[in-house]
């Protein structure tokens, strides 16, 4: 097994799209990439923290490739966007990819070198290296599989980018 944290916009739409890939075994969403030990959701959406909403997700690599995992990551959000994702507006929304070691670092840059002909403006993914991984707090776990016909933000935002992905690499999914 191996664990990639992403963050790419809200963690309720990453941790979503992920969920159900073959291959992948959990996606937790969490906070990284700030200055501030153990944020609170309302720390980081305070913008003060320096983390990213993010989702620590386990794998194996022999069923579905880092490389196919970061291009349906990709899929997920809007990779030209800095710091922010639609109305999801801050830092905290920040395309990012945490590598653990270089191999994952290449990865990382090999995906984004690739998609980038897909879009008229650079793809601003930061890729810088993971120091720690805060979990997030427990109902924000599963979020959108508990609460994404009732809440009207996962109707209107979050099941149109799951839907995209699931379209886009259907033969990926369970």
Not at 105 to 131: F, H
């Amino acid at each position: 097994m191996e664990q990639l944290v992403l963050g790419g916009g809200c963690f309720w739409c990453t941790e979503g799209g992920l969920l159900g890939l073959k291959g992948v075994h959990e996606v937790v969403p969490g906070y990284s990439g700030g200055h501030v030990d153990n944020p609170t959701y309302e720390q980081v959406c305070g913008k003060k923290t320096g983390h990213a909403e993010v989702v620590r997700v386990t794998f194996d690599p022999k069923i579905i490739p880092r490389m196919t995992l970061l291009r349906v990551f990709h899929t997920l959000f809007d990779p030209t966007q800095l710091n922010r994702q639609g109305n999801d507006i801050g830092p905290h929304y920040r395309s990012i990819v945490l590598y653990a070691d270089e191999g994952q670092k290449q990865d990382a840059e090999a995906a984004i070198e690739e998609i980038s002909q897909y879009y008229d403006a650079p793809v601003v993914t930061e890729v810088v290296p993971l120091e720690k991984f805060w979990l997030a707090e427990d109902y924000h776990h599963d979020y959108f599989a508990r609460n994404g016909s009732s809440n009207p933000y996962c109707v209107a935002v979050v099941a149109p980018k799951i839907a995209k992905a699931r379209a886009r690499h259907a033969d990926l999914y369970e």
